[in-house]
């Protein structure tokens, strides 16, 4: 899976953690405790399991986004589609063990009419909501791997 490349706002970041990469996995796949370290989200609910095709709905600025798993590759890789506000969502997350380690890269797609309308302004939101999500990330990850 992989974002679209060609959309009017793409954005993508990445970090090295050092723990490995299942912890930083499970970490991004428990999905309902997001907004217990990741300040950006108000609010989270899954409706059914961690698998391909189940939805999920969460709250993080202004909208509710809809969203659906669509790709769920334990430990390496997971992606979703969503909508919200006239914004057609992809966002994948890759896993990468590197050296005892783990390189998390995060990316994230959107169309629609106000990516369009806003391309500019809307790709400077969406980096710098990737780039503070990642530190984050860490700092969980190490709390959960006890480092």
Known sequence: MDVDRHA???AESEIEIAAPRDVVFDVIADFERWPTWNPDVESMSLDGPL???TMFRWKAGPGTITSTLRCVERPSQIGWTGKTLGIHAVHVWR???NDGQTR???AESWTGWLPRLLRGPL???LQKALDAGLPRLEIETKRR???
Request: aromatic share 0%; no cysteine.
């Open 104 to 106: 998390a890269t995060t």
């Open 51 to 53: 698998a391909e095709g």
């Open 145 to 147: 791997a006890g480092l």
């Open 123 to 125: 790709r400077k939101q």
């Open 8 to 10: 009017p706002v793409v």
């Open 95 to 97: 896993l990468e063990a």
